[in-house]
């Protein structure tokens, strides 16, 4: 896969490398395009756990509760919120990224929303999560995890546990959403000559920078020498 084909996952990427680095896994697997836009397994072989991004582009403002999920609480405290819609719930992209979760049953895994945007969601503790990313849903004020609940519910089974919001998370990257190049390329490349066996020339820096005079190193699989 060639690196500049991940600059559309540009923030899972980040956020995985960034995850690996900190953790020192020595085996992992990351796909890309497959389960959501990416997936960090544990093991190639026999992974124990997983976390699963989305990744989503926004130009203008901030996320809503209806943006990400659907459904919305009522601004009066005291009004009763609209029950949620399935189908409305199910096509957003906290439904979406709560089915990628599902898919896992015997696998502990966590998601992450990720966006260049912010989220204008209060949190329980009085401030807003468009200032306090990261964060889980679970930290959301009572009657947006209470309406969160209730939408998720409907993508269960009837037997199914209650939706567990500690594992959605969202995350604000700081990238501009024209231009995530240089950002991206910096982050993957700090990530695997820190990881990798192989030596790193400058030739190679200056090939996946975009200058087509290097035509060695074509692939982000052959740079991938673990």
């Known amino acids: 896969m060639e690196l500049r084909e991940l600059i559309s996952n540009v923030g899972g990427l980040c956020f995985a490398c960034s995850n690996l680095r900190e953790s020192g896994a020595k085996d992992f697997l990351l796909l890309f395009e497959s389960i959501q836009d990416v997936a960090e397994l544990d093991s190639a072989f026999t992974p124990t756990c997983a976390q699963i991004y989305q990744i989503k ?6 996320w809503s509760l209806n943006n990400l999920s659907g459904t919305s609480v009522p601004k009066a405290s005291k009004t009763k919120p609209t029950p949620p819609i399935k189908t409305k719930v199910k096509d957003s992209p906290i439904g979406k990224l709560y089915l990628s979760l ?11 929303f990720i966006s260049n945007a912010g989220f204008d969601l209060p949190l329980a503790t009085g401030g807003n999560a468009a200032t306090s990313t990261p964060c889980t849903l679970a930290e959301l004020a009572p009657q947006h995890v209470a309406q969160l609940t209730e939408a998720l519910k409907l993508l269960c089974g009837t037997e199914a546990q209650p939706p567990d919001l500690k594992r959605l998370n969202l995350k604000k990257v700081p990238l501009h959403p024209d231009s995530p190049n240089s950002y991206v390329i910096h982050v993957a490349l700090d990530f695997l000559k820190k990881r990798s066996r192989a030596c790193w020339p400058s030739c190679v820096i200056r090939r996946i920078s975009g200058d087509s005079c290097f035509p060695a190193w074509k692939t982000y699989r052959r740079m991938c020498v673990f």
């Open 102 to 112: 599902e898919a896992f049953p015997n696998l502990p895994v966590e998601g992450h």
């Open 57 to 62: 582009k926004k130009d203008r403002n901030e």
